[in-house]
């Protein structure tokens, strides 16, 4: 199966800041490459899709880059409300989806 | 609004069985590739299970293959997700799934979840 790793595995930053999270594929997935904000006692969102497509609804400050084995997000002004542990997913076929282990974003 | 709402979850002991059931509600439910994922709480989600509109497709996750059957049933807007031979492993919440609409680029990025129906393998 194909691994997904992210980095950082926790970040922290000010408001304001501009933040990025890293995502490696153990193999290409072209940018079949999804991103996902999850808060406690909630199901994932889906904030980014084929790599760098915003969400409907999405704030413009979440964008998100990258192809074959290398992807980002970027969070460009963060905000209380982006407090969060952030995954991203490989969708490569019609099967084998695997998720990266998760960023958990805090607010100094 | 879509709804999908899971029932069937519960408490089991380690090689019994469960059967999930998730009834969708305000899209077509008979032109969307449906999914299962679980989640152990602070854990990463996992996908367990895959099946095409029409049923004719099924994938599962190398883990639970032989264990576990995705079906659908189109008539009743329902997902299914047989769970047998069960292992402490497979305890987690399990969620219902799909995409935005049924566009084929957007298999695998998934929006709709359901609220999730708990399943606990332990003696």
């Known amino acids: 199966d194909i691994q997904m790793t992210q980095s950082p595995s926790t970040l922290s930053a000010f408001v304001g800041e501009r933040v990025t999270i890293t995502c490696r594929a153990s193999?290409?997935?072209?940018?079949?490459l999804a991103w996902y904000q999850q808060k406690p006692g909630e199901v994932p969102k889906l904030l980014i899709y084929?790599?760098?497509r915003l969400e409907s609804g999405v704030p413009s400050r979440f964008s998100g880059s990258g192809s074959g084995t290398e992807f980002s997000l970027t969070i460009t002004s963060l905000q209380p409300d982006d407090s969060a542990t952030y995954y991203c997913?490989?969708?490569?076929?019609?099967?084998?989806?695997?998720f990266g282990q998760g960023t958990k974003v805090q607010i100094k | 609004e879509v709804q999908m709402v899971e029932s069937g979850g519960g408490l089991v002991q380690p090689g019994g069985s469960l059967r999930l059931s998730c009834v969708v509600s305000?899209?077509?439910?008979?032109?969307?590739?449906m999914s299962w994922v679980r989640q152990v709480p602070g854990k990463r989600p996992e996908w367990v299970a895959n099946?095409?509109?029409?049923?004719?497709?099924?994938y599962h996750v190398d883990s639970v293959k032989g264990r576990f059957t995705i079906s659908r049933d189109n008539a009743k807007n329902s997902l299914f997700l047989q769970m047998d031979s069960l292992r402490a492993e497979d305890t987690a919440v399990y969620y219902c799934?799909?995409?935005?609409?049924?566009?084929?680029?957007?298999?695998?990025?998934?929006?709709?979840w359901g609220q999730g129906a708990l399943v606990t393998v332990s003696p």
């Open positions: 799934a799909s995409p935005r609409d049924s566009t084929l680029s957007l298999v695998g990025a998934i929006y709709h």
């Open positions: 305000g899209l077509t439910f008979s032109d969307y590739w």
């Open positions: 099946i095409r509109p029409d049923g004719t497709e099924k």
């Open positions: 193999e290409t997935v072209g940018t079949w």
């Open positions: 084929q790599a760098s």
């Open positions: 997913q490989q969708y490569n076929s019609y099967s084998r989806w695997t």
